[in-house]
């Protein structure tokens, strides 16, 4: 059995959405760092980091990191659809999975939790930082826009790990917004993800 460690409206949704893409049988376990009743210390024996999703494997292995869980899911479970067959698409999935947790993900980290990325500890540094960070995040989310344009969806006739990692990431400090201005055919493209039968009973379940 596959042990999901995640929480309601959290990037584990990511995780999740792979999972039943790929027909497996999870059970979850709600953990978090900003929930103090929830199994966080459990969370944090598996994953030091205590960051969810983190993915226990049958075999009791630990899997942290969401690009890293889809490549795993996609590569063990081809039919899927989570990574395209063909070898250039596959490794365009690749870069764009990396490309979300390295430049976007990482800027949500230092836009969430300010206090980790300064030693100054007034509130002003900490909106300082804050600013800054949803300002990259931003700029990186323009630059994955009009870098990655495959459609309908990204990973081709139908959502892939690219579309669930990018629509559920983009869910933070400011993203969608800012897109509605500046990359609307892509804020589009994400909303026809989380309408897709095969992905929106999992949104329901985190974001509704
Ligand atoms: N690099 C990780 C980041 C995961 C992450 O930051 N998760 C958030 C929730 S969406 C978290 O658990 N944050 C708590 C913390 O950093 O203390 C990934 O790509 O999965």
């Not at 376990?29 to 969370?43: C, N, P, Q, T």
């Not at 700029?139 to 990692?165: K, N, Q, S, V, Y």
Request: aromatic share 8%.
């Amino acid at each position: 059995m596959y042990t999901l460690y995640g929480s309601r409206g959290s990037g584990s949704a990511i995780a999740e959405a792979a999972l039943e893409r790929c027909g497996i049988a999870f059970r979850t376990v709600r953990a978090s760092a900003w929930e103090e009743d929830s199994a966080i210390e459990a969370l944090k024996r598996v994953n030091p980091l205590g960051q969810i999703p983190t993915l226990v494997l049958p075999d009791g292995s630990v899997m942290t990191e969401s690009a890293a869980i889809l490549i795993h899911l996609g590569l063990e479970h081809p039919a899927s659809g989570l990574l395209p067959a063909e070898a250039s698409a596959r490794a365009q999935t690749l870069r764009g999975l990396v490309f979300i947790a390295a430049n976007c993900y990482s800027a949500i980290s230092q836009s969430d939790y300010p206090e980790r990325y300064t030693t100054d500890t007034t509130e002003a540094a900490h909106a300082a930082v804050r600013a800054g960070a949803r300002r990259v995040l931003h700029r990186h989310w323009d630059i994955f826009a009009d870098t990655f344009t495959g459609r309908p969806f990204l990973g081709g006739a139908e959502p892939g790990a690219l579309d669930l990692m990018a629509a559920v990431v983009s869910r933070w400090s400011g993203t969608r917004a800012h897109l509605a201005n500046h990359r609307p055919a892509f804020l589009e493209l994400l909303k026809r993800v989380e309408a897709h039968p095969a992905v929106q009973p999992v949104f329901a379940r985190h974001f509704d």
